[in-house]
């Protein structure tokens, strides 16, 4: 058995278990909350979920990518702390073995199935952009046997580098999975020292344009190593990244005009200027919308536009139809006339 997600439904799932991977990240496994599902297949390696706890009143959603390879007896998730973090923070001090949590159904376009590799691949991140590429990698070591993995992962030190113990021991079982861990401080290891720029990349990885290149990490780093990997040859069509990174607030594109909001179902009217994003006038008004990846990528604040405009960032998990019909990622949506919106 499975679990199954209805629609934009969240799953009740339970803390198994809960281990400090570094001083300000923890690693936590998931089960259904009634215990009869045993396996969890239905993502594809690469993919994230969406964990919603009611904090202060209000559920709040974020996206964390699994760490886990599909049919596994549990997700595994691992979460950093982030200065200010409200959910972050809650999970790492908080959030112990036998606590549930709401999980929405896992998804995301950065996955080994839709980008799927060439014989030899390779693997770069940083920070907690080692989880996706981790779950691609135990799924590859696991079901193919005879695929070239170079892993390139960039920390500050062997303490603060998230799976150390589990990558070694990958590299030592497995002749066909290249360890390529570059650390600005060394102390006590066989790995080399320094910044991962387009010369560490080289040295790292010689053959890199003959590769699957697949790249998770903090913003400026997957910018960085995106320009590194163009210049050394990668194919576009062989280069893809992780995309659920924040939709900045385009301040200079709100204007002073005004523009009204209804949402009948919630009894809101309520007047704002043009250009405001969809979402954030949703949540200040109390409509009880899900926005978890706030990136346009994990379809939770799907709505409808039943009346006016509004200007779309993404609309990646809609279809033609879905378009055609007013639907809209509130997180991605810019409201450009007079609207009424209701949810799905």
Known sequence: MFIEWQNNQAATMRCSDKWQETDDAVSITLVAADASHLHFSNFKPGQFVS??????????????????AP???????????????????????????????????????FNSI???????????????????????????????ADIDIVFIHMAKSAAQTIYFDQLESMAAAHSHFHLKLLLKDNAGTRHPQ??????????LCPDLAERTVYLCGPTQ????????????????GHFHQESFTPIESKQNEISSAAVQVEVPAFGVTTE???????????????????????????????????KGTVSRTSTETLSEEDLANGYTLACSSQIESDVEVELV
């Open 71 to 109: 049919g596994d007896a549990h997700l595994k998730l691992t979460v950093k702390r982030v200065d200010g973090g409200l959910v972050s923070s809650h999970i790492v001090d908080h959030f112990n073995c036998g606590d549930t949590v709401a999980v929405l159904a896992p998804t995301g376009p």
């Open 51 to 68: 964990l919603g706890f009611e904090l202060n009143g209000k559920m709040e959603y974020r996206a964390y990518s699994i760490a886990s």
């Open 221 to 236: 780093f997957m910018q960085d190593m995106e320009s590194h990997c163009r210049a050394l040859g990668v194919e576009d």
């Open 194 to 203: 320094g910044r991962l720029d387009k010369a560490w990349l080289n040295t």
């Open 114 to 144: 839709d980008c799927p590799p060439k014989q030899k691949v390779t693997l770069i991140s940083a920070g907690c952009g080692i989880t996706p590429v981790m779950s691609m990698t135990s799924t590859w070591l696991r079901d193919k």
């Open 272 to 306: 704002v200027a043009q250009g405001s994003t969809l979402a954030d006038v949703l949540e200040e008004n109390g409509v009880p919308i899900i926005i978890a990846c706030r990136s346009g990528m994990c379809g939770s604040c799907k709505c409808k536009v039943t």
